[in-house]
């Protein structure tokens, strides 16, 4: 072991030392950024990952253009694996069906022929079956790749060379958008209409200082190739555009067919971008069998080349647009779409971006490719001047130039000395055919020389000046609009919808009175029709009657326990009225050791509720409605506490009595609105606790019941009225005890 350790400590020893977290993270640092800016994240320029771009060059390379005839996918992929792409053929292909899918690409980048999937989620067939070639956005993307463009690096073996970027005549990245996951990042872009992004675009060549609100006008939101109705309101869709991160909400698009007898069903035309069309409708399916869409009838795929998707209602009193509403909230028929515009920056960095940045980078990178095609064309007229001018010579010394050739054992040498020609040019004089010696070509070459010197004139302004280069760009802006404008329109809709304030459930229940029976043990039930509150009802043995009160097979009942907690009940889920009912632990999720303290209609505007200890608080009934059987938690109580009072807040003053015989008259106001708490203290008892507590009219005064069950009628109620927390004065004589109000 010493004899390693002296072989590892040895200067002249190839062994390195380190600790091993340093080597750890340096190599997965190294993991990282490979991931990163090799695999996942699209170029802001030509918006393509490595994978897509070698897919693109490979297919040029074998020539597969538009207008050129199909060659198999497996030559495909085995022309990237073999010289650009070193990694798995499944992994290529399922790259290459998707540049394909007319469902997955705004403006697909391969044209496919044969099987390549569908939008039921089908897989594409094996790529032995299939053909391919490139389409016209595509060449888009390549064209002036052999003009000097864009950069070249070396494959990954050395033995030929691939693009670093595309030359991208089309903004892709944000006409087809991206998806990927890095390493602690990721990237999320959805597709746009291009006719839009031309728009803005030349605004923002003509405008460079243009804000996202000013590019809005022209970039309304996404365009989806499955279409859809995007419902996200504007100043969300500018915050993301603005920032760079959001997300859209985009809903299927759908139709309501007229049929005899008032009835009507649904035809879904559209669904979400990648949403696979199977799996949404078995979804909706499950969830019919389950009874979780009571609103609907049945569900037919009735879908051929185009979607139909019929759904048929339960009822024709619900409304369409209420059956959608309650679809879109527990279904994919409506998702979110979310922006993550994080991309390699012009510098190949990740970074997250604004739509503005996005479009001006892409317009930089067009400017650069414009002044280097401009360069590469400067350099092929240079070399063409140059041969011209030894042509010339040529035919001004005709027979000189012959005589040289034929008798001269060194010509290429005389040629130079003689007519003091380059070497270039004397090679091409060497190389030139006979029948190339016409006079007719002497002034063919003239005439040439004249053009070219003009273009070379053209291009050197062009090359010098910035405001001619942007106004070459907006040209082949309108030339890219024009090749669309027929052909492409937005195929998503744009519409801020309002939501639906109602449920669309309670549309299936039809409305009629009924009265709501609950016992003291806890047993309840709903007759029909409004009876007689004081009606002697039967009860189970040992029980009695708690809680009468009328109602309607729509509403929804408010349940306060004695722990301060609300609960809530809709009508129509109550048990009928023959027999005694059932209890109301199968309903709500109430603790043994706890009682219902009130229960009441949900069509009050405020509620006051008050412990036994005194404190109070007032709360919008909006607030305490809740939506599972566990309730929701209202009045916050110490371990000594339990609520005890739960009253609609319908009149202006407050009337409080304790256990000690004072009473407290003051106003209702004085008691916070808040949406849950503790509360404030109502009254103060030295001894005791609160007794009764009622809410009166002003103008009418406060009336009880005697023991005798006789009413009296207070109107001068100044003696006892004082402020909130205070502990009140005896009350009248003749006031009942113990002490209550009714």
């Known amino acids: 072991m010493s004899d390693f350790k002296n072989l590892i400590t040895d200067e002249t020893s190839t062994f390195v030392t380190t600790e091993f977290t340093s080597a750890l993270s340096d190599r997965y640092l190294a993991y990282a950024l490979s991931t990163i800016t090799s695999r996942s994240l699209p170029d802001v320029r030509d918006g393509l990952k490595p994978v897509h771009r070698r897919l693109l060059f490979a297919m040029q390379q074998l020539k597969l253009d538009p207008e050129k005839s199909f060659k198999k996918s497996a030559r495909v992929v085995g022309d990237v694996i073999g010289k650009y792409h070193p990694h798995g053929d499944s992994a290529i292909y399922d790259a290459m069906v998707r540049l394909a899918q007319e469902f997955a690409m705004r403006y697909p980048l391969v044209d496919g022929q044969g099987n390549f999937g569908n939008i039921d989620g089908d897989n594409a067939a094996a790529m032995r079956y299939t053909e391919a070639r490139l389409t016209k956005v595509s060449r888009l993307?390549?064209?002036?790749?052999?003009?000097?463009?864009?950069?070249?690096?070396?494959?990954?073996?050395?033995?030929?060379?691939?693009?670093?970027?595309?030359?991208?005549?089309?903004?892709?990245?944000?006409?087809?958008?991206?998806?990927?996951?890095?390493?602690?990042?990721?990237?999320?872009?959805?597709?746009?209409?291009?006719?839009?992004?031309?728009?803005?675009?030349?605004?923002?060549?003509?405008?460079?200082?243009?804000?996202?609100?000013?590019?809005?006008?022209?970039?309304?939101?996404?365009?989806?190739?499955?279409?859809?109705?995007?419902?996200?309101?504007?100043?969300?869709?500018?915050?993301?555009?603005?920032?760079?991160?959001?997300?859209?909400?985009?809903?299927?698009?759908?139709?309501?067919?007229?049929?005899?007898?008032?009835?009507?069903?649904?035809?879904?035309?559209?669904?979400?971008?990648?949403?696979?069309k199977s799996r949404l409708i078995e979804k909706l399916a499950d969830a019919l069998?389950?009874?979780?869409?009571?609103?609907?009838?049945?569900?037919?795929?009735?879908?051929?080349?185009?979607?139909?998707?019929?759904?048929?209602?339960?009822?024709?009193?619900?409304?369409?647009?209420?059956?959608?509403?309650s679809l879109f909230h527990v279904t994919d028929l409506e998702i979110r779409i979310p922006l993550n515009l994080n991309v390699l920056d012009s510098n190949s960095k990740p970074n997250v971006i604004s739509l503005k940045e996005a479009l001006q980078q892409w317009l930089s990178h067009r400017k650069d490719v414009l002044l280097r095609q401009s360069q590469f064309r400067l350099d092929k007229i240079q070399k063409r001047l140059?041969?011209?001018?030894?042509?010339?010579?040529?035919?001004?010394?005709?027979?000189?130039?012959?005589?040289?050739?034929?008798?001269?054992?060194?010509?290429?040498?005389?040629?130079?000395?003689?007519?003091?020609?380059?070497?270039?040019?004397?090679?091409?004089?060497?190389?030139?055919r006979l029948r190339s010696l016409r006079r007719l070509e002497e002034e063919g070459l003239k005439s040439e020389q004249e053009t070219l010197k003009q273009e070379q004139d053209e291009l050197f302004f062009l090359q010098n000046n910035e405001e001619t280069q942007w106004q070459k760009i907006l040209v082949e802006l309108n030339k890219l609009k024009s090749d669309f404008v027929n052909s492409d329109t937005r195929m998503t809709q744009i519409s801020v919808l309002p939501e639906i304030d109602f449920n669309p459930m309670d549309m299936l229940v039809e409305k009629e009175p009924i009265t709501v029976i609950c016992s003291e043990k806890g047993w309840i039930r709903a007759?029909?029709?409004?009876?007689?509150?004081?009606?002697?009802?039967?009860?189970?043995?040992?029980?009695?009657?708690?809680?009468?009160?009328?109602?309607?097979?729509?509403?929804?009942?408010?349940?306060?326990?004695?722990?301060g907690r609300f609960y809530t009940l809709g009508c129509d889920t109550l048990p009928k009225g023959r027999g005694f009912g059932e209890p109301i632990n199968l309903f709500i999720d109430l603790p043994t050791e706890h009682s219902i303290v009130s229960i009441l209609k949900s069509d009050v505007e405020q509620l006051l509720l008050v412990s036994n200890k005194g404190y109070g608080l007032r709360i919008q009934t909006s607030n305490v409605i809740a939506?599972?059987?566990?309730?929701?938690?209202?009045?916050?109580?110490?371990?000594?506490?339990?609520?005890?009072?739960?009253?609609?807040?319908?009149?202006?003053?407050?009337?409080?009595?304790?256990?000690?015989?004072?009473?407290?008259?003051f106003p209702v106001s004085e008691v916070p609105l808040i949406n849950r708490g503790r509360g404030v203290i109502l009254q103060r008892f030295k001894e005791g606790d609160l007794a009764d507590l009622t809410l009166f009219d002003s103008k009418i005064g406060l009336t009880w019941k005697t023991n005798g069950n006789r009413t009296r009628h207070l109107t001068d109620y100044e003696f006892w009225r004082g402020k909130r927390g205070a502990a009140g004065k005896l009350p009248p004589n003749g006031f009942p005890r113990p002490a209550r109000f009714t």
């Open 141 to 276: 993307l390549l064209n002036g790749i052999d003009e000097n463009a864009v950069d070249f690096r070396q494959t990954y073996d050395g033995e030929s060379e691939e693009p670093v970027l595309l030359p991208a005549a089309f903004p892709n990245l944000l006409a087809n958008g991206a998806q990927g996951i890095a390493v602690g990042m990721a990237t999320s872009i959805p597709p746009h209409n291009i006719i839009e992004l031309v728009e803005a675009a030349k605004h923002l060549v003509k405008h460079p200082g243009s804000s996202i609100e000013t590019l809005m006008n022209f970039v309304k939101g996404p365009d989806f190739p499955t279409g859809g109705v995007l419902v996200e309101p504007e100043n969300s869709i500018l915050s993301a555009y603005k920032t760079g991160k959001g997300s859209f909400r985009l809903r299927a698009s759908y139709e309501v067919e007229k049929e005899k007898n008032g009835l009507w069903r649904i035809i879904v035309t559209q669904i979400p971008f990648q949403i696979q």
């Open 289 to 325: 069998q389950q009874k979780k869409l009571p609103m609907l009838h049945d569900i037919r795929d009735e879908s051929a080349e185009d979607i139909r998707i019929l759904l048929e209602p339960k009822s024709r009193r619900l409304s369409p647009e209420a059956v959608m509403e």
């Open 386 to 432: 140059e041969i011209i001018e030894g042509y010339l010579i040529v035919f001004l010394n005709l027979d000189e130039v012959i005589e040289i050739i034929r008798e001269d054992e060194h010509p290429r040498n005389k040629l130079m000395y003689r007519f003091s020609l380059t070497e270039f040019q004397a090679n091409t004089v060497l190389d030139m």
């Open 527 to 563: 007759m029909k029709g409004h009876l007689d509150l004081g009606a002697d009802y039967k009860f189970k043995e040992g029980d009695g009657p708690k809680f009468i009160l009328h109602s309607e097979s729509t509403s929804k009942l408010l349940l306060f326990s004695d722990n």
């Open 627 to 665: 939506q599972t059987k566990s309730g929701k938690q209202i009045l916050n109580l110490k371990s000594d506490e339990r609520a005890q009072i739960c009253v609609p807040v319908e009149t202006d003053m407050l009337a409080s009595i304790g256990k000690n015989r004072k009473l407290l008259i």
